[in-house]
């Protein structure tokens, strides 16, 4: 088209006299504006013909994939309704939050205020003068959450909208024009909150947040004391699975405490740990540097201490599970578990006796969800207590199983162009309970369950991160299910599990020879 209009320039330039009209796939050329090109043509043309010609208009080209006939655009304009009048929206910063309001409700409809907490109740009051009910607020980080409570306590209904469905705002980006455009589009209801669950539940996710941080912790501090035991060549943890269990930090004790002969250490160990008594002494013959004695000393304080603020942690978190109300409709009788998450053909197996904090974090969480998930083979009480905190107990907040596992981000997010799928690799989301279903997962592989075969098959088939997803997304739709009805957990039977997925591959197998002309004849078997 450029190449077109270069070239009726260059005519013209080169023969002034002679007008040409360039024509496009038999027709005039049409102009950037939309319409044609005026024909200039020779002198003695009539002036009625030169009329007729520019009264022509040729009909617009339709963007690229679109099937909307010509002319509806008013039409679809018209149907953007007003859905939320009394509409604010605010962008978040960490001292200056920016505020705007419909216009005519004040004589600035844009305010800034700072974010100090009488502010913030000054946002609220300014608010409310405007007669606004409903608020939508974006913001990266931690900022909004003082906020959102302010306005939460204030009985506003407030959305917090993820930064990338409000990002695309015309024009040069300025905060005013950011809180301006969020409440636009929140006026005709083209925002969508961002799942946020409870204020009780809430409560109980920082504290599990926290508790999961300190964990983190503790493992830091038992890499420093491997490490310096590494450099003082004592090989304690390659005798002992774990150096904070009991026979580790009894060993640890004595060293600290000036104990060198090998001998009188390796007594301290546990009958029950696998390695031999001479392996244990080889391992704890070493050098005992002074400095490196000193690190590994206050490394096991910090230890210890991370260890007192985790038994504090999980009492808060047991008060807190305290306050949360009972479910509605809680299942009659979860019934007894008819094979551990290990057993196979009704084998007895060694189950972890159980302290009284985990029974007792299991009989409130069971009282809260009114179902006992423990039942369900690679979940704990641990694991529970993590999915309540980040799920919450309302399974309405989604529309369906689906809607659910694909806001955890573990289900196929297919992108399809053209009739042909592009890509359906899950989407990139940070979420713990996704992380805490792809942890069960891993888990269930070295079940002898129904589960635990269906990762094993999908593992063989697409390999092991996609099995770990798959199960782990079939985890997810049956928590949904569980927690929504308020039913209890039925495993069914490994064998008769087995048989229906054989039948499948028999009538597949079937199908695909009768297609091609033969029969499926099964051989009998030897005697």
């Known amino acids: 088209m450029k190449l077109l209009v270069r070239l009726r320039r260059l005519a013209v ?16 050329m049409p102009s950037r504006r939309g319409g044609e090109l005026p024909c200039q043509s020779h002198p003695n043309n009539s002036k009625e013909k030169r009329t007729r010609r520019s009264t022509l208009k040729l009909p617009k080209r339709k963007a690229r994939g679109s099937h909307r006939p010509q002319g509806e655009g ?27 309001v419909p216009e005519g409700r004040a004589e600035r409809a844009v305010r800034s205020f700072g974010a100090f907490s009488a502010q913030l109740d000054e946002i609220a009051q300014w608010l409310k003068e405007c007669a606004v009910k409903t608020v ?49 589009l929140h006026t005709y209801g083209l925002l969508r909150a961002a799942f946020r669950p409870e204020d009780s539940i809430c409560r109980l996710r920082t504290l599990q947040r926290h508790r999961k941080n300190l964990v983190e912790g503790a493992g830091v501090w038992v ?28 060993i640890l004790d004595a060293i600290l405490a000036g104990e060198r002969d090998p001998r009188k250490l390796a007594s301290l160990a546990d009958y029950r740990v696998k390695k031999s008594r001479a392996q244990i002494e080889a391992a704890l013959t070493g050098d005992y540097r002074p400095e490196l004695l000193f690190v590994l000393n206050q490394s096991l304080q ?45 084998k007895r197996v060694k189950i972890k006796p159980k302290d009284a904090l985990e029974v007792s974090l299991a009989g409130h969480l069971k009282r809260i969800l009114g179902v006992d998930l423990t039942t369900i083979p690679g979940l704990n009480v641990l694991a529970i207590l993590t ?16 809607a659910f596992v694909s806001w955890l981000g573990i289900s196929p997010n297919n992108k399809i ?91 597949s197998l079937r199908k695909r020879a009768n297609s091609f002309g033969f029969d499926l004849v099964e051989v009998p078997k030897a005697a």
């Open 223 to 250: 890499q420093h004391m491997q490490k310096a035991l590494n450099e003082m060549n004592l090989h304690l943890h390659h005798v002992l699975s774990d150096i904070s269990g009991y026979s580790g930090l009894a």
């Open 136 to 184: 939508a607020m974006e913001s990266t980080g931690i900022y909004w959450v003082p906020l959102y409570q302010k306005l939460e306590e204030a009985g506003f209904e407030v959305l917090l909208v993820d930064a990338r469905q409000a990002k695309h705002v015309p024009g040069r980006k300025s905060d005013v024009q950011d809180c301006q455009w969020l409440q636009q």
């Open 13 to 28: 330039v080169i023969n002034p006299e002679r007008r040409v009209s360039l024509r496009f796939a038999g027709r005039p």
């Open 417 to 507: 162009s053209g009739q042909r799928v592009l890509s359906s690799r899950t989407r990139k989301v940070v979420n713990r309970a996704a992380t805490t279903l792809r942890l069960a997962a891993m888990v269930l592989g070295h079940t002898n369950t129904p589960l635990g075969s269906f990762y094993r098959r999908k593992r063989a088939q697409l390999g092991a991160p996609k099995a770990i997803t798959a199960t782990a997304r079939k985890l997810g739709c049956l928590i949904y299910r569980l927690i929504k009805n308020g039913e209890s957990y039925q495993e069914p039977d490994l064998h008769a599990y087995e048989l229906k997925y054989k039948a499948q591959i028999l009538n």
């Open 387 to 402: 999915l309540v905190s980040e799920i919450g107990t309302n399974m309405a907040k989604w529309r369906n199983e689906k």
């Open 74 to 100: 008013d039409q679809r304009r018209s149907q953007l309704r007003i859905t939320n009048p009394d509409a604010a929206g605010i962008d978040i910063g960490s001292q200056v939050h920016y505020v705007a």
């Open 302 to 346: 910090d230890y210890r201490q991370i260890q007192q603020q985790l038994a504090q942690c999980d009492l808060s978190i047991e008060k807190q599970l305290a306050q949360i109300a009972d479910c509605a409709n809680p299942s009659q009788d979860c019934g007894p578990r008819p094979q551990g998450p290990g057993s196979a053909g009704g």
